[in-house]
């Protein structure tokens, strides 16, 4: 099964307005999250990598602004894209990394789809 | 600016035939992982290679990590339509940014009954 979950998997909402997707680690301890963004047909692109209790630490061209990431616990990471544009319509994964049950290894969710009409 | 090249960019063979997914880089990883990802879920982790050099075989797939650890290669020996999906190779992980990957493009591989 799944040992780490995206809420939620499918979101429409209207340009200007906020969303959130949230990353969760199900059963282990996530030191360290990581989100990507992936367009139609194109590869994952790493956007900020989020350790637990600091802030984001974002890639060249990210907007920190914009896409505003909070890791406040060791199992929760969440994205918000404020003020989001059609352009902003992507599938969003996370991944996660920690000591879970078979060793330190990474586990990526199963991605959140965001269209921004 | 793509640090790590796959090719070729989309593969179609029939069931029985046997395939190789390359994966460059000018770069040195510490790391590289192989993924395939099926339409709208996320990548699911195939293997991990560490060592230049090391082959690692998984059932009908012998992945191939190369000697200055700036290479890979995955081959599929019989695939089945089971194996259609983009293979995504991934480089990174080193020991202060372990999970923090760079992917290639992918290859989209489609194994036709």
């Known amino acids: 099964g799944a040992v780490v979950s995206q809420h939620p998997s499918r979101v429409i909402c209207k340009s200007g307005t906020s969303v959130k997707i949230e990353c969760r680690s199900l059963?282990?301890?996530?030191?360290?999250m990581f989100w990507y963004r992936q367009f139609p047909k194109q590869s994952l692109m790493l956007m900020a990598t989020?350790?637990?209790?600091?802030?984001?630490?974002?890639e060249q061209g990210v907007e920190k602004d914009k896409f505003l990431i909070n890791h406040a616990s060791l199992t929760l990471s969440t994205l918000t894209v404020t003020s989001a544009h059609p352009e902003d319509s992507s599938f969003y994964i996370c991944?996660?990394?920690?000591?879970?049950?078979?060793?330190?290894?990474?586990?990526f969710g199963e991605g959140s789809w965001l269209t921004v009409v | 600016t793509q640090l790590l090249e796959q090719s070729p960019q989309f593969l179609s063979i029939q069931e029985g035939e046997n395939l190789t997914v390359y994966c460059n880089s000018s770069?040195?990883?510490?790391?590289l992982q192989w993924y395939r990802q099926e339409p709208g879920e996320g990548p699911v982790l195939l293997v991990t290679?560490?060592?230049?050099?090391e082959v690692k075989k998984l059932k009908r797939l012998t992945f191939q990590f190369g000697d200055a650890r700036k290479d890979s290669s995955l081959h599929i020996t019989a695939a089945q339509p089971g194996d259609t999906g983009l293979y995504l190779c991934?480089?990174?992980?080193?020991?202060?940014?372990?999970?923090?990957?760079?992917f290639g493009a992918g290859t989209q591989v489609v194994v036709t009954p």
């Open positions: 991944s996660a990394t920690g000591t879970h049950s078979s060793g330190n290894t990474i586990y």
């Open positions: 059963d282990f301890q996530a030191t360290t």
């Open positions: 989020s350790n637990e209790g600091s802030k984001a630490t974002y």
């Open positions: 770069s040195v990883f510490s790391s």
């Open positions: 290679v560490v060592t230049g050099g």
């Open positions: 991934a480089g990174g992980g080193t020991t202060d940014s372990w999970g923090k990957f760079q």
